[in-house]
């Protein structure tokens, strides 16, 4: 089988973007990533892609007056690549419902908190002032919704007595990549997809979302 072509969309420091790198080299996963994308040409994570011999696309979202004419513009640049699946890893723009129309049920993204709860920004200090007992990171389809679109699948952490944000982010993080990489692996498999505006899972309506286990895998 052709191996499926990938756009990671980034805004940041690029980590999710290596665990990606690093599965698509392994083997681990069936893919190659065509492009590395961000509205941030002075992101981190196009530095990491350009030394790992990735093709980049850098177009600066500040200061641009039409929002949705800017994220038209971007979705076909990324689209030009020709992406099997779209994937936002530390993307930190919310798009046009009509730009990312097209790729329904091919677009990812991987938020830290497990959703519904603690949508949009600061979601380490959100989850420790709720007083939640745990916390984590959930990998959904995108929708035009703000971290609104079906889960496919969660990793948990529990919250400990002496967590500040940046201990709590720190112990999510490496669950954060192994969860990207076992979900993107299950929609490459067959083994999820999306139908409507519900994930199926092994030929079936999913009750809850898939979760990370100690291993690595999604049960």
Do not use: K
């Not at 076909?76 to 419902?97: E, K, S, T, Y």
């Not at 380490?124 to 609104?148: I, K, W």
């Amino acid at each position: 089988m052709p191996h499926a072509r990938l756009a990671v969309l980034v805004s940041g420091r690029g980590s999710n973007l290596e665990a990606l790198h690093a599965a698509c080299g392994s083997g681990r996963l069936a893919a190659e990533i065509a492009l590395v994308a961000s509205n941030r040409p002075d992101a981190l994570a196009l530095t990491r892609a350009r030394a790992a011999g990735i093709a980049t696309l850098a177009c600066d979202s500040r200061g641009t007056g039409d929002r949705a004419a800017w994220d038209m513009a971007f979705m076909a640049a990324v689209g030009a690549a020709r992406p099997d699946w779209i994937v936002l890893a530390g993307f930190m723009r919310r798009l046009d419902g009509a730009a990312i129309a097209p790729w329904a049920g091919r677009m990812l993204n991987i938020h830290p908190s497990l959703l519904p709860r603690h949508p949009g920004l600061d979601t380490h200090r959100r989850a420790l002032e709720a007083g939640d007992a745990e916390h984590g990171a959930s990998v959904h389809f995108v929708t035009a919704e703000l971290d609104g679109g079906p889960v496919l699948a969660q990793a948990r952490v529990p919250v400990l007595p002496d967590d500040t944000p940046e201990r709590l982010a720190a112990r999510l993080l490496p669950l954060e990549h192994r969860l990207l990489v076992a979900s993107l692996g299950a929609l490459l498999s067959g083994r999820v997809r999306l139908h409507g505006d519900r994930v199926w899972v092994d030929g079936h309506a999913a009750v809850r979302p898939l979760q990370l286990s100690a291993d690595g895998n999604l049960s």
